[in-house]
């Protein structure tokens, strides 16, 4: 894998490694955390592709594919994907000469060890630059979830403390302003204790591969990116010296 991509590693003479080419990343954290935010910004500021598994999985359920529908029913429940349902999906994502050959940031996935697992061989020779836990505590996030609510046409999000201009319409187009079926309190803290019971193992695995680095997510979205950019130069800066 990589002959498509435009990321290289030459080894130099004092044994270090050189780092050309986009970064490739993986956001780890609560749903709620704003993940799929600062990711969003991670790919425009980087010019790397945002890969969400949940806008994918609603994607492809929206169009009926097999996997997609198979997702979206575990979703409605409550329930976090299967492994091999989240597997086949991701990796026809990252096959050479896919969308996610010249650099990537992943939000929601891995969300398991053997995922974890499986996207190293996927990536094999090919690594990632840095996992980032962003770090938001549980109150937070279920304020924030409980609250939310999306529009059904665009998916564009507000809260219950921030709703659009008029009547729950969507700013944008008018659509209708909901809460999703996935986002009921009951719902949501089933989420959360599976979520945390699934990511300690992850963390683990990505500290053990010297690839883990938690940044504060609590704060406005601009500090926080400004912390996430910090902490993605620093590792690439390091890769480049050969630490
Ligand atoms: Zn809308």
Redesign the pocket.
């Known amino acids: 894998m990589g002959a498509a991509g435009a990321t290289t590693r030459t080894s130099t003479a004092d044994g270090g490694t050189v780092v050309t080419g986009n970064p490739r990343l993986v956001l780890l954290g609560k749903q709620g955390a704003g993940k799929g935010t600062q990711a969003a910004r991670l790919s425009e500021h980087y010019d790397i592709q945002h890969l969400s598994t949940g806008d994918l999985f609603r994607a492809q359920a929206a169009e009926g594919t097999a996997f997609g529908l198979e997702a979206k029913r575990y979703m409605d429940a409550g329930e976090l994907v299967p492994d091999d349902i989240v597997i086949g999906i991701v990796e026809e994502c990252l096959a050479p000469g896919g969308r996610l050959a010249d650099g990537f940031v992943l939000d929601g996935f891995p969300r398991t060890v053997t995922q974890a697992e499986e996207l190293e061989r996927v990536l094999d020779g090919w690594p990632l630059d840095v996992a980032i836990d962003l770090d938001v505590p549980r109150e937070i996030v279920l304020d924030r979830l409980a609250g939310r609510r999306v529009?059904?046409?665009?998916?564009?999000v507000y809260h219950v403390n921030m709703p659009p201009v008029h009547d729950w319409t969507?700013?944008?187009?008018?659509?209708p302003?909901v809460q999703r079926e996935d986002d009921t309190e009951e719902a949501i803290e089933r989420r959360l204790e599976l979520y945390e019971r699934e990511t300690v193992p992850i963390l683990d695995f990505y500290r053990e591969h010297g690839k883990l680095v938690v940044v504060d997510g609590v704060g406005e979205g601009d500090e926080v990116f400004a912390r996430l950019v910090r902490v993605v130069e620093d590792e690439r800066r390091c890769a480049r010296h050969g630490r």
């Not at 969507?170 to 659509?175: H, L, Q, S, T, Y």
């Open positions: 529009c059904e046409v665009c998916q564009r969507c700013d944008d187009d008018g659509g302003v």
